[in-house]
């Protein structure tokens, strides 16, 4: 069964509002949580690294003042994109591994597909 | 740099005949290395992993990989593919020990099964 879970699954809102993505690591404890975008017919982009307690680091070009990550608990990360626009539309996907270093596979949510009007 | 390569954007199969995609990387020291399935508008599921160890790595729904440090390659293979396995496939890498376990995707490879 699933290890991850995403929420909401799909939304629609207007220009100017801010929505907010949840991810959950639904049987372990996730001190790391990764959030990707993904363009149709394209790979996965890493955003940012999630860390539990502390800042996230974004990865070069992501503003993080656009996108708002909190990763205050061990088992949520939420990601807030702020003022979206038509641009932020995309498919956002987070994942987590269990803690134990690099040979620990990350598991993914089923994905958030946002649309912005 | 560091890379993952897929050299097939695209590949069709009959259903019944076997597969193989490619995936090579381009790292200082030997990765650790990951195939992900995802299904249109879904998130990735694991297929398998290698750290270490035997070079030929069984994975789920019949899926094999076969690691060969020589050629910098990691390809992802099946005897007999299913009308289900059309998806897209992505090959991915983490860069071992001491690299913490940020991932690196290839482009990805879309399969088709042909009935």
């Known amino acids: 069964g699933a290890v991850v879970s995403q929420h909401p699954s799909w939304v629609i809102c207007k220009s100017g509002t801010s929505v907010k993505i949840e991810c959950r690591s639904l049987?372990?404890?996730?001190?790391?949580m990764f959030w990707y975008r993904q363009f149709p017919k394209q790979s996965l982009m890493l955003m940012a690294t999630s860390n539990e307690g502390s800042k996230a680091t974004y990865e070069q070009g992501v503003e993080k003042d656009k996108f708002l990550i909190n990763h205050a608990s061990l088992t949520l990360s939420t990601l807030t994109v702020t003022s979206a626009h038509p641009e932020d539309s995309s498919f956002y996907i987070c994942?987590?591994?269990?803690?134990?270093?690099?040979?620990?596979?990350?598991?993914f949510g089923d994905g958030t597909r946002l649309s912005i009007l | 740099a560091q890379s993952v390569t897929q050299p097939d954007i695209h590949i069709t199969v009959s259903e019944g005949a076997s597969l193989e995609l490619r995936c090579n990387y381009s790292y200082g020291a030997t990765p650790y290395l990951f195939w992900y399935v995802q299904s249109p508008g879904q998130g990735l599921q694991l297929l398998l992993k290698?750290?270490?160890?035997?070079?030929l790595v069984q994975g789920i729904k019949g899926f094999e990989a076969e690691f060969k440090r020589s050629q910098s390659s990691f390809n992802l293979r099946k005897p007999s593919v299913h009308w289900s396995d059309a998806a897209e496939y992505f090959c991915?890498?983490?860069?071992?020990?001491?690299?913490?376990?940020?991932?690196?995707f290839g482009t990805g490879t879309q399969l088709k099964v042909e009935l």
């Open positions: 290698y750290f270490s160890g035997d070079t």
């Open positions: 049987d372990f404890q996730a001190t790391t």
């Open positions: 994942s987590a591994s269990r803690p134990g270093g690099g040979n620990q596979p990350q598991h």
């Open positions: 991915a890498v983490v860069p071992g020990t001491g690299g913490g376990n940020k991932l690196t």
